[in-house]
């Protein structure tokens, strides 16, 4: 069993910048993919960004170029940085855990999740 806590999240004009952070309880942290996916009022649940345990990485071509996503083995810990905010980053961010191969991008392949962290952009 994982357990995932966020944190970071706040109010933020727009153009500045978040650091979401997501700590994890496991002895085998550094063999699960991490991800982060948000989610604004009335919409779906989606990909933000992703990190394997070999550093391989992916992001949702909506926040490539603003977004990094980095993780601490030893620290047990991944964190996502949000740099050149928008009102439309406007969401609740969830940080994931995926235990076996699957695809980064899709919320159904993974296994343990965060109860999420508000992050607003202002106009």
């Known amino acids: 069993q994982v357990q995932l ?17 997501c700590a994890a309880s496991g002895r085998t942290f550094s063999r699960y993919v991490m991800g982060w996916f948000r989610q604004a009022p009335g919409k779906e649940r989606e990909f933000v960004a ?6 391989n990485i992916g992001y949702a071509d909506s926040v490539k170029g603003r977004f990094t996503i980095s993780r601490d083995n030893a620290k047990n810990t991944v964190e996502l940085q949000m ?9 609740v961010y969830y940080c994931a855990a995926m ?13 343990y999740w965060g109860q999420g962290t508000q992050g607003t952009v202002s106009s």
């Open 5 to 21: 806590v966020e944190s970071g999240g706040g109010l933020v004009q727009a153009g500045g910048s978040l650091r979401l952070s």
């Open 50 to 55: 992703a990190i394997r345990w070999t550093n």
């Open 83 to 91: 740099n050149s905010l928008k009102p439309e980053d406007t969401a």
């Open 99 to 111: 235990k076996n191969v699957g695809r980064l991008g899709l919320p159904e392949d993974y296994d």
